[in-house]
């Protein structure tokens, strides 16, 4: 085989693996990654620029954020990210003149960049930087450049050299700690063992070196008023710590990141006869890659709680209440967080089956697998307040996400649709004027900006209409600890409202909190706006259960199921038989025949640890 | 292939040459249009606004449907025309406007499917008397717990050039986050500044003639270390409120949040010796911003008397009664010699009339003083019903400053070194960020309409994710650099005596 043609294969096969790559990402992880560009925001704006340009590295966090909006779509994301690895790779060939077999070594970028993205988890929700995602893809890719440029200048009248200065000088303001990876890897000799001169070849390491030490602190005191000295050789990386713990374990990619350009540097130590034998470049690099993908495979979460809240999330915005219960249907050997019985939960209310289907399922509430606490306020909890119709709240969780992880179309929608529940339009219009300003999102903006002129349409309207009913009809102070749920159930329990809806609302409240007192004047109150109507079966089963638990209401009367009758009678039997069992045992024991009940969740569901 | 491609190069040049040339063009007033009779919808609203000579121009968006906008802003012989719905004079077209008359006149011309139309001309008024060439404020974004870039500004009002005085990013990190607020300023002078730095290296940073230090106001004897201050006017001396204070969240009011003092009381620091002087009160005062008269012989602050109902913690009870608190305004007389004070008299009695007077300030000629008024409370910044109120000192008449007020919050606000001006914190665009509003005040106790503070970008503010806190006229900038007070914030705190 001719050297060309056996190159060009290399290369194509370079770039294929790129494409599958890609696509497999965005297959297996397109529901993310929408997230992601839900959490993020891009105005096309001077201000929006000159706002992330007060850190160093904001023109990189700024493309960040103008190429994460390209996850609306799996195919825009599949191109774009096609692109950037296979840049990334095709430089990193060029750079180094890696020939054929040795060209897959290029491939470690692409695979570092790809664990970057896919380690992130919860981190979704709590990563500080704008544009997280695609920071270190474009990053990677102008320090590539910027050495490629340095590479095909000559070293004539020094001009590589200016551009090494130019680069080191401007390149930390414009993208932070990633220049630093162009000034090193123009530090690098072209060739190690060319016959050049001491000078000439420590010439740009000084040189770069210099650079590296004195950019950042002469941007602190000239350019900068807002930076840690400490952090300045941290601009523009994410930062894995929240409060005063640390997460040391997630920067691992970033190190893989530029570690991951070592092999293809180091075969400029061979001689150029090495570099040509392509048999010994392709086992070097089936074993790098080995090595690489092997990592990407650990760093990669794959936790199925935290893609099930993603994609129930997703489905709460379009409003798709059936796929939010086909969703917490799915994996059900997987204990579920409460943000999904939560979610579970809305839906079913939402359809109007929660008060005979809320035992159906698993209601109890596994910790989010993150080495922190993941909160369900800092998680979906301003959607569910949204939801709960405590818009004002929602309005705080969203304000208090931005101020602290910046503002995303997420945030910016619902303190919108907030805005426009409470009767705050003006504020209302203030956020549509900026969502107006994005890409993608001016015409959902536009349906909104709808409702500023006909507010009477708001109660018309599917989803906030079903809303106003749950809004409390009376103002009063207090505060929620940072505790979603529990809040949601005191405010609903502590209100009162003529609205039926609200009321049955606040039937399941107490139904959860599995509070006889609470519950009677609120059953009844069910009873008497349904006249008629069959009373749903959780509702019956907690009657029957309360009225002989505490005899204080006359049950006698009552016209309970036959099914409620037996299957209380079945359960209390089944109980006597297994007396001496623990409660996990129990547990077992139960669910297949009584799991679905609601004497199941009142006996054996305890402790359930809400955050 | 020569050819064509020399034809395509001439055809591109064109086009560049035509669409520079369109450029250029200077846009003209349509001859032919119909008087609309109605004022155009402008944002930010500078119509019929007085202005200072010098301040930025004030670059506004017409808030109007059309197929094209034609404006036009004349003053004496000068006329300048613009294009399209942002009106954006240069600074040098501005100045040749303020310079040619005292009135600039602005017409906008709209045109639709029937033609051209020209809304109801506005004048914009050039006032001969200026406003102090800076002003300092805190950026925040309007959270509740949460917080995380703060900075101090100064902006020139000359223009639209704004800089850090201060940022809490410079020395916070993940694990260790810093809040600042309260910057205050000796009779508008930079040289004489002081902030406070909340939690991570925390103390009150002091700025005094080119002396920086940073201390820690909290003695035995005081609440907490100072909060809301008060530069004495010719003396070395601060005066702050101390307060212990509690917030809870409204679940339907658009009011958000409220903020209550649980405890608060009033001390004095002296600069120059280092030491906290707290003033007497009783328990049941709550005592809150103080102010200074210009002469410095009186202290002014608002209090409120709260007595607890013992079933309950204070804070659990002030926070369930929250309404009740009615603040008045008092003073206390000062002897700078022996740095005492005499016994408090009330000022304005705003629980007699079921209100709750805060934020006094007087004018540099001590003639008129002006506070915040709500309905209930000391944090009328999230109050939407506080409005500013003026009281004539010479003769004790109060009245509501209606031609500044709006529906929403008015509240922060500050007289300028010549006292012709006022600035104040308002929420009047979306009822929930702040924005500073500037107003031209005469002699006999009346403003004119206020106007915004100008942007470079008509739209900035609407942009914007954060509120200016605690607007402040300074005569200069402030020098001190941002890093060489993250310095001497690094240093411990010299404790106060």
New interface residues.
Partial sequence: MKESTRNRLFTCLGGLSVVLMAIYLTMREGDVLFRAQELSLFLPTRQFYSDLCIYPGGTLSWLGCLATQFFYKKTWAAIMLCLIWWACQGITSRVFRLGAGWNLLALLVPIALMACMTQTGYWLYYQKLSGHLMVPGIGVLLSLLATWIYRTLPERWGLCYGWMVIWGCLGYPLFGAYSFLGTALMMWPRQWNSRVGFFRKAFPILLGALLIRFTPGFSYQHLYSQVNADELYRAALPTFGLADQDFPQYRLPYYALFASLIPAMLTTLLPERKRKHWQTGLIVSIFCLSAGFWGLWKVWYADVNFHKEVRMALAIERQDWVGVLRIARESASVEPTRMIVMNKNLALFRLGRAGDEMCHFANEGAMPNAPWIARISQVGGRQLFYQYGRENSCYRWCMESGVERGWSVETLQLMTKASLLAGDFEVARKYLSILKKTWLYRQWAERYESFLYQPERIAEDEEMGFIAHLMPEQNRLDGDQSVVETYLLDSFISETKDDTLFQEMTLLCALQMKDIGLFWPRFFEYARRHPGEHIPTHYQEAAYLYGHLEPTVDISRMPFDESVRKSYADFMAFNERCGNMSLEQKKVAFRPAFGHTFYYFYFLVRDIQTL | MKTESLMKCKILLYIIIYAGLSACTKPEVPKDFRDDGLTADIYPDYADVTVPRNIAPLRFRIEEQAQQFVSQLSSGNVVCTFQGQDVCPSQKQWEQLRNASSTINVEIYLQDKEGWKRKKPFSIWISADEIDPYLAYRLI?????????L?ICQRRLSDYQE??I??????????DAQCINCHAFQQQNPRRMQFHVRQHLGGTVISYDGQTRKVDLKTDSVLSAGVYPAWHPTEQLIAYSTNLTTQ???????N???VQDTQSALMLYDIAQNKVIPLPSDSCDLDCFPCWSPDGQWLYYCSAKYETNDSLPRSTDI??N?EALKYNLYRRSFDAGKNTFGPKELVYDAAAIGQSATLPRISPDGRWLMFTQGAYGVFHIWHNDADLYLIDLQNGNCRIAEEINSPQVESYHSWSSNGKWVVFSSRR?????TRPFFAHFDNEGSMAKPFELPSE?P??H????RSYNVPEFIVGPVEV???EL?EIIKQDAVKSQ
């Fill in positions: 974004s309007p959270s509740y717990v949460t917080y995380e870039d900075t800089k850090v201060y940022g809490n990013m410079i020395n916070s990190t993940e694990k809870a969240f409204h679940t339907l009011d658009l958000k949040v409220e926070l369930l929250y665009d979306d009822g929930n960020f970008e739209e900035y609407r942009q914007l994710m650099s941002p890093q993250a």
